[in-house]
């Protein structure tokens, strides 16, 4: 059974930094491409970054380009998302999700989410 | 990397039919298969509906459908039940390396 665990959120102050991990299991980690998508309160879903199987291709959304710096362990199975100099809209629920290729294809599975809030 | 745009809401009766719309530019929805659609119940993980425009994942009814034109993707609810009141979200594969871009979701309610 796939499964992805997501923790680093909390409350944090506008230009301050946050990790935010993921371990997964149930699947062959280093095989998939894997993404940080997120949802503020009330929102739509939005695409935060990507990173392929081997960590050749990473690509982030304009929105946190330059400040969110995604990375991956395959030897622990594990997925991470830097987040630095955090602002108020970067307040949302964070999801790690799996996708089916090693590059792109389609996201096929979330995690759970975990929530960050970015306030004085 | 700006949002596709969907309907905020459609409703419809039980055992309607329904339509929601995805439109993207020919940098995203007009140039790849790589379309999928989410289901999210409020306070859940999104559930992946249909992926490559018209293909549904084992476990998903085939009340679910889906299709595409030029920039605009649509996805169809048959029969439709209370347990399909949900937001539902389109995606695109953006282009570039793992890039995806998704849409503004629609509301859906079962009158």
């Known amino acids: 059974e796939v499964q992805l665990v997501e923790s680093g959120g909390g409350l944090v102050q506008p230009g301050r930094s946050l990790r935010l991990s993921c371990e997964a299991s149930g699947f062959t980690f280093d095989d998939y491409a894997m993404h940080w998508v997120r949802q503020g309160p009330g929102k739509g879903l939005e695409w935060v970054s990507g990173i392929s199987w081997n960590s050749g291709n990473i690509d982030y959304a304009d929105s946190v380009k330059g400040r969110f710096t995604i990375s991956r362990d395959n030897a622990q199975n594990s997925l991470y998302l830097q987040m630095n100099s955090l602002r108020a809209e970067d307040t949302a629920l964070y999801y790690c999700a799996k996708d089916s290729g090693y590059t792109s294809g389609r996201i096929e599975f979330w995690g759970q989410g975990t929530l960050v809030t970015v306030s004085s | 990397q700006s949002a596709l745009t969907q309907p905020a809401s459609v409703s419809g009766s039980p055992g309607q039919s329904i339509t929601i719309s995805c439109t993207g530019t020919s940098s995203d929805v007009g140039s790849y298969t790589l379309v999928s659609w989410y289901q999210q119940h409020p306070g859940k993980a999104p559930k992946l509906m249909i992926y490559e425009v018209s293909k549904r994942p084992s476990g998903v009814s085939n009340r679910f459908s889906a299709s595409k034109s030029g920039n605009t993707a649509s996805l169809t609810i048959s029969g439709l039940q209370a347990e399909d009141e949900a937001a539902y979200y389109c995606?695109?594969?953006?282009?570039?390396?793992?890039?995806?871009?998704f849409g503004t979701g629609t509301k859906v309610t079962v009158l």
């Open positions: 995606c695109s594969y953006a282009g570039t390396g793992t890039s995806y871009v």
